[in-house]
């Protein structure tokens, strides 16, 4: 009989490397085609969000600033009227007023520090009354120093006023003598006209807002408001608007700094968000009291949606390069497994056929494994061996079919990797030895040895 055995193991890899990158590329192309699309609409989701939270944080923040603004313009609105009343009051009443009105406008100036001086002009521009509040520091100035205002514009838009009415300057710094003062004390003037009881206008009340209280206060809000903000007064005149220069960021311009179709579109609407070019510009109007609508506009460049891409990449940069290796490596574990178990499927398949080939074949035939395990055997060699199929499969090869004298010569030889033609013994189930002569059969099953046995 013939005893052969093979020391190769299943499904060893017999494929071609050209085979493993064909079968790589077939599922890892797919899979980075799924991970861009995944890339690509995570990116656009998060530029959109990005987007619109950008631009509602600055209708929120337009908002506030309309609010605080609304607030701040009716105090000084309301601040101005009272102190006409007052003036106008005690002129009627004394022919000396201006003791009595100098201690109310001390007075009002040390409960109030909004306002860094408090005026009264009379007709020609001549300051008849003025008290001062240098950092909570408040005096009255003296007859000698007082100046003469008639050159300066807000007297001028004041003195036009009618009763009632109140003009507020745009943002500007102010000037003492002819001459900016210093430190930079951003201004804003606010004037109302006074009127006698026979209804002659006899002057004006100025008082001087101090700028510094409502930037601090849109600073809270937007710190970066003035490098965007624009605030425009009912004349159209930019109270506060971005200066890119050295310097401050306030000061006076008569013509509208916004392009002509944005000024023109805002000047038609109430609020609103409107696109031009690369910028956005979002805005509201505020009524002041008997002065006209004040603008708030926002301009927000697209440029800065550049920083959310910046942070994009660095939140999920790592994250996607993590996912291209984990990709990578999986796809070539499944492809060397596909082609492994393609391989074993055919091996398997061809070992089906073989099997069926030797089950109708006239001659013995056993199968065994590379641990000397009988797998199969034919019919003809049981009526041979006189044996059941369960005595055989599943038993060891030496053992049940090697008679005792020669299990440790065939247990050496069957650790050979080839040999043509052996002479062994088979126990028959009578206990009887019989000589045969075996075969070997190699074939295509690099896993199991096939032995077919003959008649002697």
């Known amino acids: 009989m013939l005893y052969s055995k093979t020391n190769c193991t299943p499904c060893r890899?017999?494929?071609?490397?050209?085979?493993?990158?064909a079968e790589w590329l077939l599922w890892v192309v797919p899979a980075y085609s799924a991970m861009l699309i995944i890339l690509s609409g995570h990116y656009l989701l998060s530029m959109d969000n990005e987007k619109q939270y950008a631009l509602h944080n600055e209708r929120v923040i337009v908002t506030l600033i309309e609010e605080i603004l609304g607030d701040t313009l009716v105090q000084m609105s309301a601040d101005s009227k009272n102190l006409t009343y007052v003036v106008a009051t005690s002129i009627a009443k004394n022919s000396h007023p201006f003791p009595e009105l100098?201690?109310?406008?001390?007075?009002?100036s040390t409960n109030n520090h909004s306002y860094d001086q408090i005026r009264f002009l009379d007709n020609k521009g001549q300051e008849q009354l003025r008290v001062n509040n240098q950092e909570g520091h408040v005096t009255s100035v003296p007859m000698s120093e007082l100046q003469n205002k008639a050159h300066r514009y807000y007297w001028k838009h004041t003195m036009s006023l009618k009763q009632g009415e109140v003009y507020i300057s745009p943002l500007d710094f102010n000037i003492?003598?002819?001459e900016v003062q210093h430190p930079l004390n951003p201004t804003i003037r606010v004037g109302a006209p006074v009127f006698g009881i026979d209804g002659k206008k006899i002057g004006v009340i100025i008082l001087n807002y101090k700028g510094n209280l409502l930037i601090n206060k849109l600073i809270t809000i937007a710190p970066s408001f003035s490098n965007h903000l624009y605030l425009y007064n009912p004349q159209g005149i930019a109270v506060i608007h971005p200066n890119k220069g050295k310097g401050s960021h306030f000061a006076v311009k008569d013509k509208p700094s916004l392009p002509s179709?944005?000024?023109?579109?805002?000047?038609?609407?109430?609020?609103?968000q409107y696109q031009l070019g690369n910028s956005y510009y979002t805005f509201s109007k505020v009524t002041a009291p008997n002065e006209g609508n004040w603008t708030i506009v926002s301009q927000f460049p697209t440029e800065r949606f550049s920083l959310s891409r910046q942070a994009f990449y660095r939140n999920y940069l790592a994250?996607?390069?993590?996912?291209?290796?984990?990709?990578?490596?999986?796809?070539?574990?499944f492809s060397r497994?596909?082609?492994?178990?393609?391989?074993?499927?055919?091996?398997?398949?061809?070992?089906?056929?073989?099997?069926q080939t030797l089950e109708n074949v006239q001659l013995a035939a056993v199968t065994i494994d590379n641990q000397g395990t009988v797998t199969f055997c034919n019919d003809y060699f049981l009526k041979m061996v006189g044996f059941k199929n369960s005595d055989v499969i599943g038993h060891r090869w030496v053992e049940k079919f090697?008679?005792?004298?020669?299990?440790?010569?065939?247990t050496r030889l069957s650790t050979k990797p080839y040999y043509n033609k052996i002479i062994n013994h088979i126990a028959k189930a009578s206990s009887k030895l019989r000589m045969v002569k075996?075969?070997?059969?190699?074939?295509?099953?690099?896993?199991?040895?096939?032995t077919i046995i003959k008649h002697c």
């Open 102 to 108: 100098k201690d109310y406008f001390v007075q009002l």
């Open 438 to 450: 075996s075969d070997l059969y190699l074939g295509h099953l690099p896993s199991l040895k096939t």
């Open 176 to 178: 003492e003598r002819k």
């Open 261 to 272: 179709e944005v000024f023109n579109w805002i000047q038609s609407q109430k609020l609103g």
């Open 319 to 333: 994250l996607y390069l993590i996912l291209i290796i984990v990709i990578t490596t999986a796809c070539f574990i």
């Open 337 to 355: 497994f596909r082609l492994q178990a393609r391989q074993l499927k055919s091996q398997q398949k061809y070992e089906l056929q073989f099997r």
């Open 13 to 21: 890899e017999a494929y071609k490397p050209k085979q493993l990158i």
């Open 402 to 410: 090697i008679p005792r004298e020669l299990k440790e010569q065939a």
